[in-house]
């Protein structure tokens, strides 16, 4: 189905100017005398075809014939000038007939010599990183990026400013009707909330098939797994022990370890490290940015394969999951370009915090995504375990470097092109954050991110509704705008409870008595519903010594309120900010973190 072909058919970009001015190979041999034409020719014979950097690097004023993303997306640097023709280094054991007629097209006439990949991705990394590094930052299209969500335009200024002085103006002449409006905002948000709980909830999910499809190993293609590490040391070694662990043969594996150029202390923790032929190490140059996304986009072009998956740092994802994931690729239609995996934790036994986390984690992935997938909404991505079809990433421009919930937001751009994501049941665990500051912290990201993303894709909400349809147009309201509304008003809705103790709110003096008992009544429904998802969640996953901690769940997701605040003022004043998680503060409940688990 994916073919393992070395070069493709389709330049990912445009040839700037300057390149076309160079595609073609000038006549040199007024420059070169015979004898040097044919030493050279006789030194790139059948038997001496292999280049070495240190005593024959390539030569500088051939970096311009082309553009740097090309020389990694075919894996070719051009290396000398051979008479009329330019030598090309290569990867060696390749087909080069599709790749001659690319580069013939391009820059003329070329002979091939082999070089060792390490050493091309050195130099073509060495030469092109900073460019490379930019470019990183702007690979997703404009009207599609939120790298200018800053600017404070003067539209945005004015209708900030009405807004803000109508809430003022109400609070002051109309404190009551204005607290009974946001009310009123809340309680609609919550039935919005609570019929589409409702219907993920029926639409269920897909049990996994009886039996592996048996894929010839002919067929199967490479799979690259990003991996970035930010201050990660303390987790390096435990790492490359989990990666190690994964059944798909080593030979179509790609395994890229992404680490920032000023983090010292992981690229010591690494280099200590005697690391697999298929698991490599990749530095990302310092730039005005320091985010996840930018690292993905920046190591993107140094895979190879047509599958692109993504771990975190801490994962311990479960030992067949390539084979799984290739296999659902595999049997999916055409137009399915990213599979994604369901995320659990490792040390859910460590407190009260990581039960209700874990409890959490499992209405997500396993109640609302599988859900919502069914259903054929647009799924927000998890940052972790997603797969991705190489040709459709870059087709969507990759990810969104300004964005701190890239994962999110390349969902739904995902769905904006015509490709949809899956589910699979296939577990991956990761550690769970277990304390309350860095759990806010970690949480106000998240929804500044949601809210960046709603911002970034109503830009223009005529054109969301073209792409996606009204039916899935609603679905990424529940999902974004509804998840910010529900966590920014609950206090409003923690008003109600004031009832019960005889104290009136503002919405109690505007409606009926007979109104009132129905909110109450609504109120409990939800409650009920919140219990039961949490049940058949738990239910699906192996914790059930976790049934117990269902109902603590009602004192757990106050805590957002904190964090989507913290979020609303970095919208504010820090957009980008990357509010990092720190990791290996708890032990997993199995050593090693890996629990074998039975999808039900």
């Known amino acids: 189905m994916f073919g393992r072909s070395e070069t493709r058919s389709n330049l990912p970009f445009a040839l700037t100017p300057a390149h076309r ?38 030569d500088p004023e051939l970096d311009a014939l082309l553009p740097a993303e090309f020389y990694l997306e075919y894996r070719v640097l051009p290396w000398g000038r051979v008479g009329n023709a330019i030598l090309v280094g290569t990867p060696p054991g390749r087909d080069l007939t599709q790749l001659r007629d690319i580069m013939e097209k391009l820059i003329g006439p070329v002979m091939f010599a082999d070089v060792a990949e390490a050493d091309l991705l050195r130099i073509v990394e060495g030469r092109h990183g900073d460019y490379l590094a930019d470019r990183a930052e702007r690979l997703v299209p404009d009207d599609y990026s939120c790298r200018d969500i ?25 404190p009551n009707a204005f607290f009974a409006g946001i009310t009123a905002v809340a309680v609609v948000n919550l039935i919005a909330n609570l019929g589409f709980k409702i219907a993920v909830f029926v639409a269920g999910y ?9 894929i010839p190993m002919a067929e199967k293609p490479v799979v690259s797994l990003i991996v970035p590490l ?44 005697s690391l697999p032929g298929w698991m490599r190490v990749v530095r990302v140059p310092d730039g005005h940015l ?33 084979e799984r994931v290739v296999e659902a690729f595999h049997q999916a239609p055409s137009n399915v370009a990213c599979v994604q995996g369901i995320l659990d934790f ?24 599988a859900g919502a997938a069914r259903l054929g909404l647009p799924i927000p991505l998890g940052g972790t375990t997603v797969y991705l079809k190489r040709a459709a990433l870059k087709h969507v421009g990759g990810w969104d470097a300004h964005n701190v919930t890239e994962d999110a937001d390349l969902g739904i751009r995902l769905y904006r092109f015509g490709y949809r994501t899956i589910l699979i049941p296939t ?13 806010v912290r970690q949480r106000s990201r998240w929804l500044k991110g949601y809210i960046v993303t709603y911002l970034v894709h109503m830009r223009r909400p005529f054109r969301l509704l073209k792409d996606i349809g009204a039916r899935k147009f609603l679905g990424f309201q529940v999902f974004f705008l509804a998840t910010i509304l529900q966590f920014t008003l609950a206090p409003a809705l923690w008003s109600f409870w004031l009832v019960c103790f005889g104290v009136a709110t503002p919405l109690f003096e505007v409606i009926p008595a007979d109104w009132a008992k129905g909110l109450l009544a609504l109120f409990l429904f939800g409650e009920l519903v919140s219990l039961l998802t949490g049940f058949v969640a738990v239910g699906r996953t192996q914790h059930a010594g976790l049934m117990q901690w269902v109902p603590m769940m009602f004192f757990y997701f106050p805590l957002g309120v904190f964090a989507v605040y913290k979020a609303w003022s970095e919208l504010l004043f820090k957009p980008f900010y990357w509010d990092k998680t720190e990791h290996g503060r708890s032990e997993p409940d199995v050593p090693g973190g890996d629990i074998h688990e039975t999808i039900r």
């Open 150 to 174: 800053n600017k404070l335009t003067l539209s945005r200024g004015i209708l900030a400013s009405l807004f803000f002085g109508i809430c003022l103006a109400f609070i002051y002449m109309f």
């Open 21 to 58: 001015r160079n595609n073609v190979a000038s006549d040199t041999s007024n420059d070169l005398t015979t004898s040097r034409v044919l030493q050279k020719a006789w030194q790139f014979s059948a038997h001496q075809r292999r280049l070495n950097p240190d005593t024959y690097p390539p």
């Open 290 to 322: 320091t985010t996840k996304p930018r690292a993905l986009n920046y190591a993107l072009g140094h895979t190879r394969g047509d599958i692109i998956g993504v771990l975190d740092a801490e994962d311990a994802p479960a030992i067949d999951q390539i």
């Open 346 to 369: 490792y040390n859910t036994k460590s407190n009260a915090l990581a039960r209700c986390f874990t409890i959490e984690y499992a209405i997500w992935f396993r109640v609302v995504l």
């Open 230 to 273: 930010f201050r990660e040391a303390a987790i390096a070694h435990e790492l490359v022990l989990r990666l190690s662990r994964l059944t798909y043969p080593k030979s179509l594996l790609d395994v890229v370890l992404v680490l920032e150029a000023k983090d010292t202390k992981t690229r010591q923790m690494i280099e200590s490290i």
């Open 206 to 214: 897909q049990k996994p098939a009886e039996k592996p499809v048996m």
């Open 427 to 439: 577990v991956t665990r990761e550690e769970a954050n277990n304390r309350i500051v860095p759990w």
